[in-house]
């Protein structure tokens, strides 16, 4: 997950960490398989996201080109018709982590890069969602593991007001 990070940092993308791993960096160890960003969407930026991608030799888990991410049209047809919410790329191990890109999150990616907090992973500076909205966005998913982190962020933001909670 680190050498994923620091690549889209690398190449300058702008990202937010959203999901289990941002969840994670606010203070509660959870187990994460995947990374989930939200991108900026503006041409430059899915670009240079997906030169990074086939660089790093990244593919998408469907049967689709890696450069559908940046035909917005295709991507409004596909939530639309097939409720897709992220997508998904492997590197060429099946162990790989597999990085999702919310491609229609809950929270606009322009309010996540407002909000967000940096957290530092040994020299890389990652912007993570804030408690807030990683809750807003974990609302309403209806899976259970959602739930306990918004139990878990909510008791990291009590902790915080309180200043209780070593991790900002």
Not at 22 to 35: E, I, K, N, S
Not at 59 to 79: F, Y
Not at 122 to 130: K, N
Request: net charge positive.
């Amino acid at each position: 997950m680190y050498n994923l990070l620091a690549t889209l940092s690398g190449a300058k993308i702008d990202y937010v960490l959203v999901g289990g791993l941002a969840v994670t960096l606010h203070g509660y160890q959870r187990l994460t398989m995947d990374v989930d960003v939200v991108l900026a969407l503006n041409d430059e930026n899915l670009a240079k996201f997906v030169g990074c991608a086939k660089s790093a030799k990244l593919k998408p888990l469907l049967p689709i080109p890696i450069d559908s991410l940046r035909d917005a049209a295709l991507i409004d047809l596909w939530h639309r018709e097939k409720g897709m919410l992220a997508f998904a790329l492997r590197g060429p191990d099946m162990m790989a982590t597999v990085i999702d890109v919310l491609v229609r999150p809950l929270v606009s990616f322009d309010e996540l890069k407002r909000n967000a907090v940096t957290k530092r992973i040994g020299p890389l500076s990652i912007p993570v969602a804030s408690i807030d909205d990683l809750i807003r966005l974990k609302t309403g998913t209806g899976r259970s593991k959602d739930v306990v982190d918004i139990e878990e962020l909510r008791k990291i933001k009590r902790q915080l007001a309180q200043g209780q909670h070593g991790q900002g």
